[in-house]
């Protein structure tokens, strides 16, 4: 008989954290599939129980925050939020915020996309972000918390992010060159990050940060 489990997911209504959700509604072994948001998505399943929230605000999302697996998918950029303190809260003390509550709610896993090149000691502002929230939601104690790294994110997002959607159009005529050791630097697709989510939430994996090219070995790609 097969586990049933229930997943918080924050950020559902991003280019990778849709694509988690419809996978987490097709995926028998989840029986509730939680989103806790700003906006209201557009997403409609049976399965769903959406919540409008204020993820800076845990006092609007404690009760809804009880599942087996939380999944963290929020994000910005520099571009978007050029505030350097508010490009931090997103990116650090958001997903810290929530992983404690959840944590104090009995979840036992968590899984969060960081990024390729996440490191607490970096001299670049967007990787240090990323490592330093890996290190403190690591530090909580977790049964288990698992860190996604992805490369360059492909895929069309419903805002407009020029410089990025440049960079993909010369990161397609770079890839087929990135092979060996630099096949982790290749654009990797959302809904393949968001497989390989949903396969190291139910069966774990062996290491706690997952690289880019790693995540399509485990989509099996």
Same mark, same amino acid.
């Given at each position: 008989?097969?586990?049933?489990?229930?997943?918080?997911? &924050?950020?559902? @209504?991003?280019?990778?954290?849709?694509?988690?959700?419809?996978?987490?509604?097709?995926?028998?072994?989840?029986?509730?599939?939680?989103?806790?948001?700003?906006?209201?998505?557009?997403?409609?399943?049976?399965?769903?129980?959406?919540?409008?929230?204020? =993820?800076?605000?845990?006092? @609007?999302? @404690?009760?809804?925050?009880?599942?087996?697996?939380?999944?963290?998918? @929020?994000?910005?950029?520099?571009?978007?939020?050029?505030?350097?303190?508010?490009?931090?809260?997103?990116?650090?003390? =958001?997903?810290?915020?929530?992983?404690?509550?959840?944590?104090? /709610?009995?979840?036992?896993?968590?899984?969060?996309?960081?990024?390729?090149?996440?490191?607490?000691?970096?001299?670049?502002?967007?990787?240090?972000?990323?490592?330093?929230?890996?290190?403190?939601?690591?530090?909580?104690?977790?049964?288990?918390?698992?860190?996604?790294?992805?490369?360059?994110?492909?895929?069309?997002?419903? #805002?407009?992010?020029?410089?990025?959607?440049?960079?993909?159009?010369?990161?397609?005529?770079?890839?087929?060159?990135?092979?060996?050791?630099?096949?982790?630097?290749?654009?990797? #697709?959302?809904?393949?990050?968001?497989?390989?989510? &949903?396969?190291?939430?139910? /069966?774990?994996?062996?290491?706690?940060?997952?690289?880019?090219?790693?995540?399509?070995?485990?989509?099996?790609?």
């Amino acid at each position: 008989m097969l586990m049933k489990y229930t997943a918080v997911v &924050i950020g559902a @209504t991003g280019l990778t954290g849709s694509r988690l959700v419809n996978l987490l509604f097709d995926n028998e072994q989840y029986e509730r599939v939680i989103t806790l948001s700003r906006k209201r998505t557009k997403l409609n399943h049976r399965k769903h129980e959406s919540h409008i929230v204020d =993820l800076f605000d845990p006092a @609007t999302y @404690t009760d809804f925050l009880k599942a087996d697996h939380l999944f963290i998918c @929020t994000g910005t950029t520099q571009a978007k939020t050029p505030d350097k303190e508010e490009y931090y809260r997103i990116e650090h003390d =958001l997903p810290v915020q929530v992983a404690e509550v959840a944590l104090h /709610n009995g979840v036992q896993k968590v899984i969060a996309i960081s990024a390729l090149g996440a490191n607490a000691d970096s001299k670049f502002m967007y990787n240090r972000g990323k490592g330093e929230m890996e290190r403190d939601i690591e530090k909580l104690g977790f049964k288990e918390a698992y860190f996604v790294q992805p490369a360059l994110i492909g895929g069309e997002r419903e #805002e407009q992010r020029k410089f990025e959607s440049a960079w993909k159009k010369i990161q397609k005529l770079i890839d087929p060159l990135l092979i060996g050791f630099l096949k982790k630097y290749r654009t990797i #697709e959302p809904e393949t990050i968001a497989q390989s989510m &949903i396969y190291v939430a139910i /069966n774990g994996y062996e290491k706690s940060r997952i690289e880019s090219d790693e995540l399509n070995v485990i989509a099996g790609l």
